[in-house]
């Protein structure tokens, strides 16, 4: 059972260049969400997505985009890469039913630097 | 607007002390939901606990136990008789119930354990 799955692990990309973050889940789960994590700032919502075809800006969303064409598949695109954005980007799905929230699985990250 | 507050940025014990991580929380939610999870020094996000607003009982699970006071708004979190094998970033985080995606977290708190 692979969980939640992101690629690639590390990319470094110059300022300006464009490039999509992958991240893929084999659970079934109808919840999915981008987070970036930043030294001293804990993890911050960018977008989310409560099941296909559905997604929502998160605290964070300026310069990224989301699509989820499928249950299984939510990428992160970037379209203009800036040096703010280095960061380490976590995907994360969960399960909902009602009120009962699922906790949520997070991929392993991906460690992007712009510079 | 909801504010989760891990006032305390590092923490270092010797390996058997008792230790208390602080979480503080702000909603304005009559129900939500209550996170606590462990980054490892190898980066990846493991759940710890879940807790609902309704139910405000301590738990217990092994060396860890959770301490949920509404009255306070808190959800501190103590490892008895730490462990080298503690030493982690670990972060609290509130979520509303019924969006199992948007969760809100702490800055988190860097415990380090040493013999």
């Known amino acids: 059972n692979a969980g939640v799955t992101q690629t690639p692990k590390f990319q470094v990309l110059k300022t300006g260049q464009s490039m999509t973050l992958q991240c893929a889940q084999d659970?079934?789960?109808?919840?999915m969400s981008w987070y970036r994590q930043d030294p001293g700032m804990g993890l911050r919502l960018i977008h989310y997505?409560?099941?296909?075809?559905i997604t929502d800006q998160g605290e964070v969303p300026n310069g990224y985009n989301v699509s989820r064409s499928t249950t299984e598949d939510f990428p992160l695109r970037l379209l203009s890469a800036a040096p703010s954005q280095t960061s380490v980007y976590f995907c994360?799905?969960?399960w909902g039913q009602g009120a009962l929230n699922s906790p949520l699985h997070f991929g392993n990250g991906t460690r992007l630097t712009v510079t | 607007a909801q504010k989760v507050t891990q006032a305390q940025t590092e923490i270092s014990v010797v390996e058997k002390e008792d230790v208390t991580l602080d979480c503080v929380y702000e909603?304005?939610?009559?129900?939500?939901?209550l996170f606590w999870y462990k980054q490892p020094p190898s980066g990846e996000l493991v759940f710890l606990i879940r807790?609902?607003?309704?139910?405000?009982q301590n738990e217990i699970s092994g060396r860890y136990s959770w301490n949920f006071q509404k009255s306070t708004s808190s959800f501190n979190f103590t490892i008895t008789a730490s462990q080298v094998v503690d030493s982690a970033v670990y972060f609290c985080?509130?979520?509303?119930?019924?969006?199992?995606?948007?969760?809100?977290f702490g800055t988190g708190t860097r415990l380090q354990v040493t013999l």
């Open positions: 807790r609902n607003s309704f139910d405000e």
């Open positions: 994360a799905s969960s």
């Open positions: 997505s409560v099941g296909a075809g």
């Open positions: 909603t304005r939610d009559t129900t939500y939901y």
């Open positions: 659970m079934n789960h109808e919840y």
């Open positions: 985080a509130l979520g509303p119930t019924g969006t199992a995606s948007k969760l809100t």
